[in-house]
């Protein structure tokens, strides 16, 4: 007689959390400043300011900006922060950095305000394989943020996780 084949992962009490689950639809795009540069490293203001109200932003419409400068030019802050007043409109985040950069910073302010309650006392496992850019630091972050509420930290697939946490009893 065959014995019953019975799923212990099933009817465990692990829970599975997946950053992935939490990525914000919306184009990721960089914008390098440096087109509007005098020979791409002299900042004129004039020109600067000209070609910031003549640009469509319009096209950037809930759109993840991350500008950038990519000459070894010295950009004062009032620059980017010129380029976010005509972005805002629009976009749904504006950051200086690298596509990299606006990742963690858009994840860093998912997790911020993210209840995690509901994994109180349980074992939890962040799921490892990511499809879309999910960055390293939310990985970490969401670790610091389980850790003050979960009976234990894993990470992986449950048939194949590395214990990370366990709460000290």
């Known amino acids: ?4 084949i ?6 465990s009490k692990l829970v599975t959390f997946n950053l992935e689950d939490f990525y914000p639809e919306g ?4 914008f390098d400043i440096s ?27 809930n759109a993840y900006v991350a500008l950038y400068c990519s000459t070894d030019a010295i950009v004062p802050a009032w620059a980017y922060m ?6 805002t409109p629009h976009a749904k985040k504006v950051v200086v950095g690298t596509l990299d950069v606006l990742e963690t ?3 860093t302010e998912i997790i911020q305000h993210m209840n995690v309650d509901d994994f ?3 074992p939890v496992i962040v799921k490892g394989c990511a499809h879309k850019p999910v960055p390293q630091n939310a990985f970490l972050l969401i670790t610091q943020k389980l850790q003050a ?3 234990s930290i894993m990470y992986g697939e449950a048939c194949s996780s590395v214990p990370l946490y366990k709460k000290p009893k």
């Open 1 to 4: 007689m065959a014995e019953e």
């Open 6 to 11: 019975i799923n212990r992962v099933a009817n």
């Open 27 to 30: 184009d990721r795009i960089s």
């Open 35 to 61: 087109q509007w540069l005098l020979e791409g490293i002299v900042l004129k203001e004039k020109e600067f300011r000209a070609a910031a109200e003549a640009f469509d932003w319009s096209q950037y419409r």
């Open 82 to 87: 010129l380029l976010t007043t005509k972005l």
């Open 105 to 107: 910073i858009i994840f």
């Open 120 to 122: 109180k006392d349980k």
């Open 149 to 151: 509420v979960a009976k």
